[in-house]
C-alpha cells in the first residue's frame, strides 16, 4: 500500500529517497481536506489571480489548467494547482453561499437539504431563543401551517391539536399586549370551552362558557339558549340561564323579592306557567319594577337587565 485508505495520503517507503518530497504532498493534501473550506462549488474556470491555499470543488466541464478534473477538489498551492478527490460524506463549508455542503453521490449537496427528520430535540428557537418552559418559540411577524395535500400523499385537513393531561389541567392559547395577557380561549382548568379577556394579566372574566358535556352556551353567567326551571327559594330565584320558567317553593303561588346569578349587563326573561301565579315584587329586593308584576300563563313574560346588583324591567307583557 503506497497510500492511505480514506485521505489518500502518499506514504513513505522505508528504503526511499527524498522523503521530505513524499511527506509535503501528504501535508499539501492535508491542508485541502481538513477544515475543508471551499471558494466555489461548480466551477469550471481557474481564477485569474489565485491565492494559495484556495480550494475549489470543480462541476463539468472544467477548462484550461482544470481541464480533465471534473468534480476533483482543486487546492492552489505555491508551485500550483494540485488536484483531491472527494470522497463521500466530506463536509465543506461553502463561502459562496455561506453553507454546509456534504459530498453525497458525487455530487455537494447543501447539509440543510440533508435534514429530513429531527427528533427528541430538548427545544426550539426560530429567529429568537427557545428555553425550559418555552421549548418552541418563534419570533415572526406570520406564520403559516397548511394542510398537505391528497395529491402529495396527504389528507388535505389541517388539525393543529392542544393537549392537556387531565381534566384540571389548562388547554388554551393566549394573547397578549407587551406580554401581559388579555384574553384567553379554551379548557382553562376545566374540560368546558371558555372565552376569558382581562384589562391587566392578571383577573380574567369568562365572557363565554360551552359546557363539554351538553353544548349549553353561557354568556358571562348566562346561557343565552336553553330553558331553565329553577325553583324560588325564600323569595330569591336563583337563574343559571337567560330563558327561565320559575317554579313556586310549594304550592301554586309564590313571590319574587331577589334574582340571584347573572353578571352586570347581563339580560332574562322570566314566563309563567298555567295553574302557577309568581308575583315579582318591585323595590322589595333588587328589583326595579314598573309596579308588581304577576305571570300566571304561558303567555306571560318579564323581560330585565342586570345593572349593577340590582335587576330592572326591560318589559312586561300579561298575555294570559
Do not use: C
Amino acid at each position: 500500500m503506497t497510500d492511505t485508505p480514506r485521505l489518500g495520503l502518499p506514504l513513505i517507503d522505508g528504503e526511499q529517497a527524498l522523503k521530505h518530497i513524499t511527506h509535503n504532498e501528504a501535508l499539501g493534501r492535508l491542508d485541502a481536506a481538513v477544515q475543508l473550506t471551499l471558494e466555489g462549488i461548480g466551477a469550471t474556470t481557474p481564477p485569474g489571480a489565485p491565492v494559495a491555499g484556495e480550494v475549489w470543488a470543480l462541476g463539468t466541464g472544467a477548462t484550461g489548467e482544470w481541464s480533465g478534473e471534473d468534480g476533483a477538489l482543486a487546492l492552489y498551492t505555491e508551485s500550483g494547482w494540485r488536484f483531491v478527490a472527494p470522497a463521500e460524506g466530506w463536509r465543506a463549508w461553502n463561502k459562496a453561499d455561506a453553507a454546509l455542503h456534504v459530498h453525497v453521490s458525487g455530487a455537494w449537496v447543501g447539509f440543510a437539504g440533508l435534514i429530513a427528520v429531527l427528533q427528541d430535540l430538548d427545544w426550539l428557537g426560530i429567529n429568537t431563543s427557545g428555553d425550559a418552559t418555552n421549548r418552541l418559540a418563534l419570533r415572526s411577524n406570520a406564520a403559516l401551517m397548511t394542510a398537505l395535500a391528497a395529491a402529495d400523499g396527504g389528507s388535505g385537513d389541517m388539525r393543529l391539536v392542544v393537549n392537556k393531561e387531565t381534566a384540571g389541567d389548562t388547554a388554551s392559547l393566549i394573547f397578549q399586549t407587551g406580554y401581559s395577557a388579555r384574553a384567553e380561549f379554551g379548557l382553562a382548568g376545566v374540560d368546558d370551552f371558555a372565552i376569558k379577556t382581562s384589562a391587566d394579566g392578571s383577573n380574567f372574566h369568562a365572557a363565554l362558557t360551552v359546557s363539554a358535556a351538553s353544548g349549553f352556551v353561557r354568556f358571562n353567567g348566562l346561557v343565552g339558549a336553553e330553558v331553565s326551571f329553577p325553583s324560588i327559594a325564600s323569595g330569591v330565584l336563583a337563574v343559571s340561564t337567560s330563558f327561565a320558567v320559575p317554579v313556586p317553593q310549594s304550592g301554586t303561588a309564590d313571590d319574587v323579592d331577589s334574582i340571584s346569578g347573572g353578571a352586570d349587563g347581563a339580560l332574562l326573561i322570566v314566563t309563567g306557567t298555567a295553574g302557577n301565579s309568581l308575583t315579582f315584587r318591585d323595590g322589595v329586593g333588587n328589583l326595579k319594577l314598573g309596579g308588581n308584576r304577576v305571570l300566571n300563563a304561558f303567555e306571560d313574560a318579564l323581560m330585565l337587565v342586570r345593572r349593577g346588583s340590582d335587576w330592572i324591567e326591560l318589559s312586561f307583557a300579561n298575555n294570559g
